[in-house]
């Protein structure tokens, strides 16, 4: 690998860690996207991270992204929050985990060969067990 690539890996990585929980960061075909996990907007896309940063940081101060998605079986929390938080779930995780719902759990089980399946209390604690478990699949 070369300097430049090893720049812009180290420059996505460090994306990923300050802004990671608001935006799923990637790049495909050689772009860098970044598309907000709450299901607002468009995909941002740069050739260069730097470029992608200074997008992301512009949509964030234009309409900030919830870091954790809103709890819910609390009270005040309606019917119709639960709804729009499975939306993002899925909108997010969907195309490698299936995403449910039921008897006061929040599911979610890997597509792959393993069907591993994750619970959560709440939207925001799913999330999380996602991450970890999204990561944890990286490093095999």
Not at 25 to 54: F, M, N, Q, Y
Not at 55 to 61: E, Q, T
Not at 84 to 113: E, F, K, P, V
Request: aromatic fraction near 6%.
């Amino acid at each position: 690998m070369g300097r430049a690539a090893e720049s812009n890996a180290g420059t996505l990585d460090e994306l990923d860690f300050h802004w990671g929980s608001a935006y799923d960061i990637a790049v495909v075909d050689g772009v860098c996207t970044a598309r907000r996990r709450d299901g607002k907007g468009g995909t941002l896309t740069d050739p260069l991270p730097e470029g992608l940063r200074l997008r992301i940081v512009a949509d964030y101060h234009a309409d900030p992204v919830p870091r954790d998605l809103a709890p819910v079986n609390q009270p005040g929390i309606s019917g119709a929050d639960e709804d729009r938080a499975l939306d993002a779930l899925r909108l997010a995780w969907g195309d490698a985990y299936n995403i449910g719902r039921g008897h006061g759990r929040w599911t979610a089980t890997s597509t792959d060969a393993e069907h591993r399946t994750l619970t959560g209390d709440t939207p925001g604690g799913l999330n999380a067990k996602i991450r970890t478990d999204w990561a944890r699949e990286g490093t095999l």
